[in-house]
């Protein structure tokens, strides 16, 4: 583990208590999170329940033998981690490189705090700096070629296909959907944008989290960590 991230995960787990319901997201960083969460639990004997956001996080909760569990049992949970692909001056994420946004958002949508772990890489002042990816929109297959039509048309860049690296054909998330990724020209209002592309039919959920996370912790080169909140209006 480099240094940084080792900062960043024993600052944010120090902050988990007992009988806890922790949302445990998915990415690189959070493999580091669920290492030190076990460590913890073992460690001081605590009773930590926790709801994955993807096929990746609930075997990471097994293989580390935390206790599993859903959004059926625990609808209200105490608090979610995640990472994100690029995090803006204002908490406003990009989220979905890997696929599970969907699933992401609602369990950060579920969660008393949601907190986001980073590395220094993921730290812009506005989105599209860092992140030249685009912004991941799941969507109903049938309907992506009228989806990446009208947010074209609508909002500029172009929205393209993710395509699967291993395999052929398209990427097929969690919930047998397709993504597309809309590369964006210029910085948004990214609320009305959100509520926008969430609107049209066959929209799914966007990989735009607004107004979600409460605060960021990035794990800086040098091995300290910067903490973000906010901006107070």
């Given at each position: 583990m480099t240094?940084?991230?080792?900062?960043?995960?024993?600052?944010?787990?120090?902050?988990?208590c007992n009988n806890q319901v922790v949302g445990v997201g998915s990415g690189s960083t959070i493999v580091y999170a669920v290492d030190r969460l076990a460590e913890r639990v073992r460690q001081e004997k605590l009773n930590?329940?926790?709801?994955?956001?993807?096929?990746?996080?609930?075997?990471?909760?097994?293989?580390?033998?935390?206790?599993?569990?859903?959004?059926?049992r625990?609808?209200?949970?105490?608090?979610?981690?995640?990472?994100?692909?690029?995090?803006?001056?204002?908490l406003t994420l990009i989220k979905g490189g890997g696929g599970c946004?969907?699933?992401?958002?609602?369990?950060?949508?579920?969660?008393?705090?949601?907190?986001?772990?980073?590395?220094?890489?993921k730290d812009s002042k506005t989105l599209g700096q860092q992140w030249k990816k685009g912004v991941s929109i799941e969507v109903i297959p049938m309907a992506y070629v009228p989806i990446s039509r009208m947010i074209a048309k609508r909002f500029g860049g172009e929205a393209n296909l993710r395509m699967a690296?291993?395999?052929?054909?398209?990427?097929?998330?969690?919930?047998?959907?397709?993504?597309?990724?809309?590369?964006?020209?210029?910085?948004?209002?990214?609320?009305?944008?959100?509520?926008?592309?969430?609107?049209?039919?066959?929209?799914?959920?966007?990989?735009?989290?607004?107004?979600?996370?409460?605060?960021?912790?990035?794990?800086?080169?040098?091995g300290t960590v910067q903490v973000r909140d906010p901006p107070v209006n």
């Open positions: 240094t940084h991230k080792h900062t960043l995960i024993q600052l944010h787990c120090s902050s988990y930590i329940v926790c709801v994955p956001t993807s096929f990746q996080a609930r075997q990471l909760i097994l293989q580390h033998g935390l206790t599993l569990s859903d959004l059926d625990h609808p209200e949970l105490d608090v979610a981690i995640d990472g994100a692909d690029e995090v803006d001056v204002d946004l969907t699933q992401e958002k609602i369990v950060a949508g579920c969660a008393k705090h949601f907190v986001v772990i980073a590395d220094y890489r690296v291993s395999k052929a054909g398209p990427v097929v998330t969690d919930n047998s959907n397709f993504i597309l990724d809309w590369k964006f020209e210029r910085a948004e209002n990214w609320k009305e944008v959100n509520t926008a592309i969430k609107m049209i039919p066959g929209v799914v959920e966007t990989g735009l989290f607004v107004g979600m996370a409460e605060r960021a912790y990035f794990g800086m080169e040098d």
